[in-house]
């Protein structure tokens, strides 16, 4: 199912010359709220591609045996990256990193509030790992 999301993306990236891949391991069914799940996909994607340069690469990568219970949805992406002091705030509401330039590239804010309550909802876990200037990935952990 995620595939079909990720492949969903395609035309997205296609506009913005971006290299969009998936990865999976094999294959996992977990219990979950396909529809919430689909849109955390659909706002992380959304926004590696929003937030990465033309020619850059995003890829999501599922692992299923990453932990006995868990598997792990990674999104990663070699745009513009995100510094330490903001990673703490970009899952608040209503903030975007650089007001002036994020405006051009619309949103409004919310995405990642909305990401991070989903994976709550799950009770599972959501981080970032990321360099400012290196790109960034947003990992996503669901019990199986
Ligand atoms: P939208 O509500 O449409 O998603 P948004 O992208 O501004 O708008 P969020 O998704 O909540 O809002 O993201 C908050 C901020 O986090 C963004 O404005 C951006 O500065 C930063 N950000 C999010 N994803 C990435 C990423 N993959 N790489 C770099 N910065 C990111």
């Not at 492949?7 to 094999?26: G, S, T």
């Not at 926004?47 to 599922?62: E, S």
């Not at 990673?87 to 991070?116: C, E, P, T």
């Amino acid at each position: 199912a995620i595939h079909e999301i990720v492949r969903k993306m395609q035309p997205l990236a296609d506009e913005k010359h971006i290299n969009l891949f998936f990865v999976k391991q094999e294959s996992v069914i977990i219990r979950a709220d396909i529809q919430r799940i689909k849109q955390l996909l659909i706002i992380l994607i959304d926004n590696a591609l929003k937030y990465t340069p033309g020619n850059g690469v995003v890829t999501v990568k599922v692992d299923g045996e990453f932990e006995k219970n868990k598997i792990r949805i990674m999104v990663r992406d070699t745009g513009i990256g995100i510094s330490l002091t903001d990673q703490h705030k970009v899952f608040d509401r209503f903030y975007r990193v650089d007001r002036a330039r994020s405006r051009d590239s619309g949103g409004n804010g919310l995405g990642l509030a909305i990401a991070r309550d989903i994976v709550n909802l799950h009770d599972g876990e959501l981080y970032i790992e990321s360099k400012i200037g290196e790109g960034a990935a947003f990992i996503v952990e669901l019990k199986k």
